[in-house]
């Protein structure tokens, strides 16, 4: 018995997507997953299945504002509605590891459980007319054939910063269990009560921006813009 998810470092991430399209060239292919299409990739107003989303938000106000990315995936929560509205039985929770999972055999397509998920996590295949998620990459993590190190998440292992990190949270010897731990990991909206098991580690404290005493004297412009730019990298 496991519970298995993933940690997500804000610092580290420089929203380049790798996690992203990794996600999307593993899983298109995958019989697990069952694919993530695109439509109309080529045209007007292309779109697809994407299990994994890179959101950009600005805090702050410009010109000194921060960009913060935040890559967005099923959270495989312990008390998931996209479960519990599901009217066919076709989305569930492995016990073993906490998984959740669609099986497609069973899967009707009525979107229920994408309504249900304040995440924006589950998404249709309109040519199948099955819903897509992110899967954890079971049919990586658990292969024998392929060496240990790679038996990660695509988008883990896809990661050119280090910002995603894999693992059990039951196993508080983990390296998910301790950075989150250490880095007061923390789960998206928690209020709402889905008890999601993927954790994010907020951005550190940043060191004051150094600008000498003697070029920004008190009650000056300088003073007062170098304030503001110690407050905003302290976000
Ligand atoms: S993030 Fe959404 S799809 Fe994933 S388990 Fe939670 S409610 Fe379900
Ligand atoms: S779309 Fe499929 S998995 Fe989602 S609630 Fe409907 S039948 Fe269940
Ligand atoms: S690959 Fe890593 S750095 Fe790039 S967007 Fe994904 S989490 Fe962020």
Redesign the pocket.
């Known amino acids: 018995m496991s519970r298995l998810g993933l940690v ?2 804000i610092d ?9 399209t ?1 996600c999307k060239e593993w899983n298109g292919a995958s019989l697990m997953a069952g694919g993530a299409p695109d439509y109309d990739p080529h045209g007007d107003a292309p779109s697809g299945v994407w299990f ?1 989303r ?1 959101r950009h938000y600005e805090a702050g106000h410009y010109p000194l504002s921060k960009t913060m ?1 935040v ?1 967005m995936s099923c959270m495989h929560c312990e008390d998931a509605d996209c479960v519990t509205v599901c009217p066919t039985g076709a989305s569930y929770k492995r016990a073993e590891d906490g998984i959740v999972l669609v099986d497609p055999e069973k899967c009707m397509g009525c979107n229920y459980c994408a309504w249900a998920c304040p995440y924006g996590a589950r998404e249709l295949d309109e040519d199948k007319g099955v819903m897509r998620k992110c899967t954890l990459c079971v049919d990586r993590i658990y292969d024998a054939a392929l060496p240990e190190a790679e038996r990660q998440p695509a ?1 883990v292992l ?7 990190h894999f693992g059990d949270f039951d196993d508080p010897a983990s390296k998910v269990s301790t950075l989150s731990a250490e880095r007061d990991g923390r789960p998206l909206f928690e209020k709402l009560g889905y008890k999601p098991v993927n954790r994010y580690l907020p951005p550190r404290a940043t060191p004051e921006v150094a600008v000498p005493a003697t070029l920004a004297p008190r009650g000056t412009l300088q003073s007062r813009l170098a304030a503001m730019v110690n407050r905003l990298v302290r976000l």
């Open positions: 997500i470092d580290a991430c420089v929203g380049c997507q790798a996690c992203a990794a994994n890179v990315n890559p988008c896809a990661c050119p910063t280090h910002a995603r």
